[in-house]
């Protein structure tokens, strides 16, 4: 658990840095930087897809999890759509805006958001944690700091608030690895961070073309991957 506090320390850190950064440059240097972290955050989520969907037998190139990444995209964005969780959270985001008087605090926090949780770096590292070996949650930890330096300064003091995600999704993922480590399969790691890339790219697309894509509402994915492999564990133990 201490691997996740430092995780959420660095983003902290990050952040603050980031809005001091941000009250001494203009506006519009921001905006390039953030089209830059779009552009990088699409070229990390399709290496990592890449490297969780394909593989070398044999010689041989072949691939993964091709279905069950078409089903949880579609079915999540269904369940996102239905629900409406972009326009919810926009709400939400608004609200805090006009209370706490920050601007842009809805898109800081959800973009930030996505970027720190999506990636398998996240899962495996908080994984790994709970297992007893926080390295991969130390490396997410610098990297991470960096990034919520560039997006504080670009999008301000909603990416803050990300580190409360943070801690919830890696604190939980820590906490089920150290009880029920040994019923996670390497093939659920592998599936669920090809979709968690996934969703990387969305958030990328939707950095360097505003609003062209509506990434909360792919979240829901992430549950869809989720639920498959219990249900296959479950009819498994017939």
């Not at 926090?109 to 398998?120: H, P």
């Not at 899962?123 to 949650?137: F, M, Q, T």
């Not at 995600?165 to 604190?171: D, E, M, R, T, W």
Request: one cysteine or more; hydrophobic letters at 60%; glycine letters at 10%.
């Amino acid at each position: 658990m201490l691997a996740v506090l430092v995780n959420v320390a660095a983003v902290l850190l990050g952040g603050f840095v980031g809005l001091m950064f941000g009250k001494t440059f203009k506006r519009e240097v921001f905006r390039e930087v953030l089209k830059a972290i779009g552009l990088a955050v699409i070229v990390f989520g399709l290496l990592g897809i890449i490297r969780e969907m394909v593989l070398i037998e044999e010689g041989l190139i072949k691939t993964r999890h091709e279905l069950l990444l078409l089903l949880s995209l579609a079915a999540g964005i269904f369940i996102g759509e239905t629900l409406k969780l972009h326009s919810r959270m926009e709400t939400f985001g608004n609200f805090l805006e006009s209370k706490l008087k920050a601007k842009q605090l809805s898109k800081g926090f959800v973009t930030s958001t996505m970027i720190f949780i999506s990636g398998a770096m996240a899962i495996v590292g908080s994984i790994r944690a709970g297992l007893g070996d926080p390295e991969v949650l130390y490396l997410k930890a610098m990297i991470d700091g960096i990034t919520a330096l560039l997006l504080a300064s670009a999008l301000g003091s909603g990416v803050l608030l990300s580190a409360a995600s943070v801690l919830i999704y890696q604190g939980l993922i820590a906490c089920l690895a150290h009880f029920f480590g040994d019923y996670i399969s390497s093939e659920f790691i592998s599936a669920f961070g090809a979709v968690g890339y996934a969703l990387l790219v969305a958030v990328g697309i939707d950095l360097l073309f505003k609003n062209k894509l509506k990434p909360v509402n792919l979240t829901p994915a992430l549950a869809v991957c989720a639920l498959y492999f219990l249900v296959k564990w479950i009819v498994g133990m017939f």
